[in-house]
């Protein structure tokens, strides 16, 4: 995207954020090359103390140019960073990765003074060594993607090294994102963006740490025109700033860390230039459902066409069912394109005809696809944007850039259901996992709407148990295994992907000591709806422990869950499951007449409040049998982090009592 400079002067705010109000930071950083042995004894505050590495700084600044090829505005990202490394687990932040972009025509990115050096402490005296030539390589990923790759010598523990960079793009519709917290503390990072009076960002924060806005002012800027000499203007100028931002660590259960790192991003929002009308480029979803409606990808892939009427019309024939013809379409769709891996908001193809012909596609190849085979065979239905839960969260508002993935949401009769046929194993109201990131926006003739994108029923997986154990302390007898929903689809998807049957049965034993699998059969593999049953025949070594005349056995078996998955003392981020789900054991267990009970587990019950996750473990015993069941369930699919406490108490009941064992006595 290329715009061209008119000198004139016209003003146009900077969407700014502020997320404390703290006061300005002083100066925190120093000139590449010039270390001071002070820094070699830098330590992280609090629960950082320990860290592999600390960043020292990361200093930062964005400004506006002129390329003087194309006459165009571009944009100039300027990068210093400096770390401390403590530990041999941070040596591979010697090795560095920028990676650069250019289109198909002469807009590109340019990596420009690349400086970088290590620097150890000698007998009191800082001793630096700059990186070689022979440590720069370049990788082209493809026409498109470079990565430019370094490596510093002589790193070792207590070293500093440090980076300073200049890229310069064309592509000023997105700005380089400014992560203000990493894998490490950072004691100090500033970022500065110029931003000039013709062009209005949206500046989007993230992250739960706070960011301070320390400066902010219009200044004077320059701007040198091929041919026409230099023009001066107004620019906002933001100073945004950071201090002792702790080390950002991935913790079970989230989306993407970038969710909750602290970061700002830039989408440009308008320009306004003179001797030319505001132009609004992300303003309002009316706009964008008209871009996109514009757009050969997305509503020129879906336009309605002879091809796809004579295909709908073939494959609903005279069925006048809604779910039946739904259903047909769904089916023909995933069996005739398969999913290429990528999740896209814009088709690779731009005709149905052609997707089908190929045989594979995007994500968007194949959704749009069947939305419009739906719409043929009068089955209402549209295009639901999603950003992926690895792509994180989409802000809420008018950002065409956040989504990255495409599915449909039809009315079938009165029934509204998902549909993504990229898995063969999904069926209608089964969105793949990576989609389930909460809300969507679905696309309208001329606007847009949020709907939430939340798994229908919970992820359930089921043992049960029916065994006998003998007088000389063997088990055996009959293990069923049950799931579905979420927990169905993956294990059909191991199942259709292993090698054959016996290496699928070898990989469920595995993790099994002791299990021997004499027989095994699959039932309802085709039936998506149904749960996926595996039935087998076992006996079962080392899972029973004698000493005298007791005999030990913990009931749970290889089900067990051992730790605790919650383990930190506060969590800030959100616990983000992606679906409800249950977790069901039973084990009827039949023990030898001459054997009694000297100790059982109680039966409890955990709940959190309004039942939003429940643990119970049920002890029933009646005559020579036992009956025991667990079940854990998570009945929604995200808590926050004032529930934290309550998930990790609940997780530690269910690692205490799971472990109980039971106790028989010979008589």
């Known amino acids: 995207m290329q715009f061209k400079f008119i000198p004139a002067l016209l003003f146009a705010a900077l969407s700014c954020y502020a997320a404390s109000a703290q006061t300005p930071a002083k100066p925190k950083f120093s000139k590449f090359g010039k270390v001071d042995a002070a820094e070699f004894a830098v330590r992280a505050p609090g629960a950082d103390s320990a860290a592999a590495a600390i960043k020292i700084f990361d200093v930062g600044s964005c400004y506006f140019d002129i390329n003087p090829t194309s006459g165009g505005f571009a944009y100039v990202y300027e990068r210093h960073l400096r770390y401390k490394i403590n530990s041999k687990n941070a040596y591979d932040l010697a090795n ?24 150890n402490l000698e007998n009191g005296k800082v001793v ?20 430019k790759k370094y490596t510093l010598p002589n790193v070792k523990e207590g070293s500093i090294i440090e980076y300073k960079y200049s890229i310069k793009s064309d592509f000023i519709f997105t700005l380089r994102d400014w992560s203000f917290q990493a894998g490490y ?8 963006v110029t931003i000039p009076e013709y062009f209005r960002y949206k500046v989007m924060p993230t992250g739960f740490f706070p960011i301070s806005i320390a400066k902010q002012e219009n ?6 025109i091929p041919g026409a000499g230099s023009v001066s203007t107004t620019a906002q100028y933001t100073k945004y700033v950071t201090e002792n931002a702790p080390a950002i660590k991935t913790e079970a259960f989230i989306t993407t860390l970038s969710d909750y790192t602290a970061k700002l991003e830039f989408e440009l929002l308008a320009t306004n230039f003179p001797g030319d009308y505001y132009r609004d480029y992300t303003g309002n979803w009316s706009k964008i459902v008209g871009e996109l409606a ?26 006048t069912s809604a779910m039946n013809r739904t259903t047909r379409i769904f089916e023909h769709v995933k069996r005739s394109l398969k999913w290429n891996g990528h999740h896209r908001m814009y088709t690779s193809h731009t005709s149905i005809k052609t997707a089908f012909e190929k045989k594979t596609g995007n994500s968007a190849d194949i959704n749009l696809a069947l939305a419009t085979l739906l719409n043929d065979a009068k089955i209402p239905a549209r295009a639901v944007l999603v ?37 063969p194993e999904h069926y209608p109201g089964m969105l793949a996992t990576a989609s389930l990131n909460h809300t969507g926006l679905r696309i309208g003739d001329t606007g847009a709407a949020w709907i939430p994108i939340e798994a229908t029923a919970p992820a359930r997986e089921n043992y049960q ?59 309802a593999l085709d039936s998506l709806q149904n749960p996926f049953v595996e039935t087998m025949e076992v006996a079962i070594e080392e899972q029973v422990e004698e000493a005298g005349d007791l005999i030990y056995f913990n009931p749970l078996l290889f089900q067990r869950t051992k730790e605790n998955p919650f383990t930190l003392e506060e969590r800030k981020f959100p616990v983000d499951f992606a679906y409800p789900s249950e977790e069901v054991y039973r084990i009827v267990l039949t023990f030898p007449k001459n054997y009694t009970i000297e100790k059982t587990p109680k039966s409890q019950v955990f709940k959190l409040p309004d039942n939003t996750a429940t643990f119970s473990f049920i002890f ?28 990790k108490e609940l997780f530690k009941n269910v690692v205490s009592k799971q472990a109980e064992q039971l106790v028989f006595k010979k008589i």
């Open 620 to 647: 029933n015993q009646q005559d020579n049998q036992i009956l025991i069941t667990s079940k854990i369930a998570i009945n929604k699919s995200m808590f926050s982090s004032d529930e934290y406490l309550d998930l």
């Open 96 to 119: 560095f990765e920028i990676g650069l972009y250019r289109n198909s025509g002469s807009s590109r990115e340019t990596l420009d003074n690349m400086e970088a050096a290590t620097y």
């Open 387 to 423: 950003s992926t839960r690895d792509n994180g969260a989409h802000p809420g508002y008018p950002m065409l850039s956040k989504f990255n993935n495409v599915v449909v949401q039809a009315l079938v009769g009165k029934e509204t259901y998902l549909l993504d046929a990229t898995d």
């Open 128 to 147: 630096s060594l700059k990186m070689g030539k022979d440590a720069r390589f370049t990788e082209n990923v493809d026409r498109s993607n470079s990565i």
């Open 219 to 224: 200044v004077n800027a320059n701007y040198h």
């Open 185 to 192: 503390p950072t004691l100090y990072s500033e970022y500065t």
């Open 294 to 319: 514009a757009d050969e990808n997305f509503g020129g892939y879906v336009k309605p066409s002879g091809y796809t009427r004579n295909l709908a019309t073939e494959l609903v024939g005279s069925d």
């Open 465 to 523: 148990y029916n065994l006998e154990l003998s007088s000389e302390n063997k088990l055996s007898g009959t293990l069923y295994h049950y799931n579905s929903g979420h927990k169905g689809v993956h294990r059909r998807n191991s199942y259709r992907q292993a090698a054959s049957e016996p290496e699928f049965v070898k990989a469920f034993k595995a993790d099994k000591p002791g299990l021997n699998i004499l027989k095994y059969k699959v039932d």
